[in-house]
């Protein structure tokens, strides 16, 4: 777990739509966000277009729960869907989750993927890495949220496949796809030989 804190200013907005959003955005320099759940109603709100950029670059804010001041009074919330411009790349709308200490929460978190050039399938049998995805959704109380989870490649061999339940996780963080039976067990990475070699 990071000491990383992220916190966002909100304000409450009352006036919707697609015009109203592209007036916020564009005379106000701000995004039009929801934030719902936690046994309350769902509430418009707008944050800063500067804050938000800056806070999307740290990865942790993906898998975080942040706090967002709306009208002074602070909530507990996770990101869980984000709109960006296609050209431009800058955040268009946002929905935040309330989160609940006692309640668990489904989100997902990137995946690290550390030892990859001392892997032994790569160092001294000339294989190659291939990953499959570089994230995974976990089900956990807020308190136990990891910023990211570690695939350690140093001990895999060529023809060797890691899926998720090969995943070491935090206490209190479950993989709920895993519950699912065997079929849902995805690949996440492997070392395979690489091209020119006899073994593929």
């Known amino acids: 777990m990071s000491a990383a804190n992220f916190s966002l200013n909100a304000q409450s ?6 015009g109203a959003s592209r007036r916020l955005r564009r005379l106000d320099a701000k995004v039009p966000a929801v ?3 936690g046994g309350a109603a769902a509430e418009s709100i707008s944050l800063e277009l500067r804050e938000l950029v800056k806070a999307l670059e740290n990865e942790a804010f993906y898998s975080h729960v942040l706090t967002i001041n709306l009208d002074g009074k602070p909530q507990q919330a996770v ?11 800058l955040p268009l709308h946002a929905d935040f989750l309330r989160v609940d200490a006692a309640q668990k929460l489904t989100i ?13 399938g790569v160092k001294t049998e000339g294989g190659a890495i291939t990953h499959f995805t570089s994230e995974v959704e976990v089900s956990c109380l807020p308190g136990d949220l990891p910023e990211f989870i570690e695939v350690d490649l140093a001990d895999v061999h060529v023809g060797t496949t890691l899926h998720l339940s090969d995943l070491k996780l935090p206490k209190g963080v479950e993989i709920p796809v895993l519950a699912l039976g065997h079929d849902h067990d995805q690949p996440v990475a492997n070392v395979h030989a690489t091209k020119g070699d006899a073994a593929e």
Do not use: C, D, M, W
């Open 79 to 89: 990101l869980k869907a984000l709109q960006r411009h296609p050209v431009k790349g």
């Open 35 to 37: 934030i719902y759940g």
């Open 108 to 120: 997902k978190v990137p995946l690290h993927f550390i030892n990859q050039e001392s892997s032994v």
């Open 13 to 18: 907005r009352t006036n919707e739509g697609k």
